[in-house]
């Protein structure tokens, strides 16, 4: 049994979890955006895949709130907030060391963090059954983690 998680956890890294082709972003980061409960507005800090659509990290009044797209109007006005370009985007398959050898990942999320980013890859499968614990599958890192895998 141990050899067929072994093989199952190598070898599901390659398909995305959106299927063949990325949906599209509703707003792009660091843009600026208008709760649809309120009068209240923020900036788009992050994006992660989550089930079958992209969160969204929105910053508002100094928190950071996950909000599905429906929830928030885009402007299609950027944030004046100055912080270095991210080395990896969406989608970009890249190797992880997690163990002695290491795996290809794709990266499934994006977040801008004290001006560095960090980046979501799921460390085990998502067909392996939830543990007790509720830990995430994602994880998130720096990019001094992670390096990119030419198509």
């Not at 299927?19 to 649809?36: N, R």
């Not at 992050?46 to 109007?73: H, K, M, S």
Request: charged share 20%.
């Amino acid at each position: 049994m141990i050899n067929q998680i072994t093989a199952l956890e190598s070898c599901w890294h390659t398909s995305p979890p959106w299927g063949k082709a990325m949906p599209p972003l509703t707003v792009q980061i660091l843009e600026k955006v208008f709760l649809s409960s309120s009068d209240l507005s923020g900036y788009c800090s992050g994006v992660q895949w989550e089930g079958q659509e992209w969160v969204y990290a929105i910053v508002c009044l100094g928190e950071t709130l996950y909000l599905p797209a429906r929830e928030f109007c885009a402007t299609n006005i950027l944030e004046d907030i100055t912080i270095p370009i991210p080395a990896f985007e969406l989608g970009d398959v890249v190797e992880v060391d997690f163990s002695e050898k290491p795996s290809r990942r794709i990266i499934q999320g994006i977040f801008s963090l004290k001006s560095n980013w960090l980046y979501a890859v799921e460390w085990r499968s998502p067909i392996l059954e939830e543990t007790a614990s509720t830990q995430s599958r994602m994880i998130w890192l720096a990019d001094v983690d992670l390096v990119r895998i030419e198509a």
